[in-house]
T-cell receptor
Framework: DAKTTQPTSMDCAEGRAANLPCNHSTISGNEYVYWYRQIHSQGPQYIIHGLKNNETNEMASLIITEDRKSSTLILPHATLRDTAVYYCIVRVAGTSGTYKYIFGTGTRLKVLA | DGGITQSPKYLFRKEGQNVTLSCEQNLNHDAMYWYRQDPGQGLRLIYYSQIVNDFQKGDIAEGYSVSREKKESFPLTVTSAQKNPTAFYLC???????????????FGPGTRLTVT
């Protein structure tokens, strides 16, 4: 199964862009990269996902390198409410046509006032 | 409102007792998942199910059991064989159909289990 590697923690000034890197060097060609975030003691919240192309939605942008071995989540204007643990996840094929999500340990992002 | 419910939010049990955590969804999702989270750690997959009456072991299935008798429900039993059951348990669901485009997993609020 593909594994992801993320920095343990990062700080970002409020109003600045937060760039969260993720390494997934063993990813296979048909495995998607997902990003979720988790605020303390709550269920994770979906942010964005992609396969090959860069993606953007109302929350964030996802930049995937051409070789797909790494990606970066960009929060364009971080606010204090963006303080959370951010997980970079690879969705892999399980048994009998199922899918499962492989979570890493995440990056604890702290947005500073 | 559509979503996933887990109850209770906090659960306390004595060591040696089996305990069942509930997970219900009204999203009409085919796939459901159970994760365990320990303090300061990421999520680890316990079991997952693609369809009714079928489920697969995740990375840490030992000491746990599940059933999937209804599409809406995927209860998790933490048995006395689980050596360190105290943790935060999260249930999730997704459309999960093989070969189809899937946007995301939806997570429940979690159950914090404490075994003493």
């Amino acid at each position: 199964d593909a594994k992801t590697t993320q920095p343990t923690s990062m700080d970002c000034a409020e109003g600045r862009a937060a760039n969260l890197p993720c390494n997934h060097s063993t990813i296979s060609g048909n495995e998607y990269v997902y990003w979720y975030r988790q605020i303390h003691s709550q269920g994770p919240q979906y942010i964005i996902h992609g396969l090959k192309n860069n993606e953007t939605n109302e929350m964030a942008s996802l930049i995937i390198t051409e070789d797909r071995k790494s990606s970066t989540l960009i929060l364009p204007h971080a606010t204090l409410r963006d303080t959370a643990v951010y997980y970079c996840i690879v969705r892999v094929a399980g048994t009998s046509g199922t899918y499962k999500y492989i979570f890493g340990t995440g990056t604890r992002l702290k947005v500073l006032a | 409102d559509g979503g996933i419910t887990q109850s209770p939010k906090y659960l306390f049990r004595k060591e040696g007792q089996n305990v069942t955590l509930s997970c219900e969804q009204n999203l009409n999702h085919d796939a459901m998942y159970w994760y365990r989270q320990d303090p300061g750690q990421g999520l680890r997959l316990i079991y997952y199910s693609q369809i009714v009456n079928d489920f697969q072991k995740g990375d840490i299935a030992e000491g746990y059991s599940v059933s999937r008798e209804k599409k809406e429900s995927f209860p998790l039993t933490v048995t006395s064989a689980q050596k360190n059951p105290t943790a935060f348990y999260l249930c999730a669901s997704s459309t999960g159909l093989a070969g189809t485009y899937e946007k995301e997993q939806y997570f429940g609020p979690g159950t914090r289990l404490t075994v003493t």
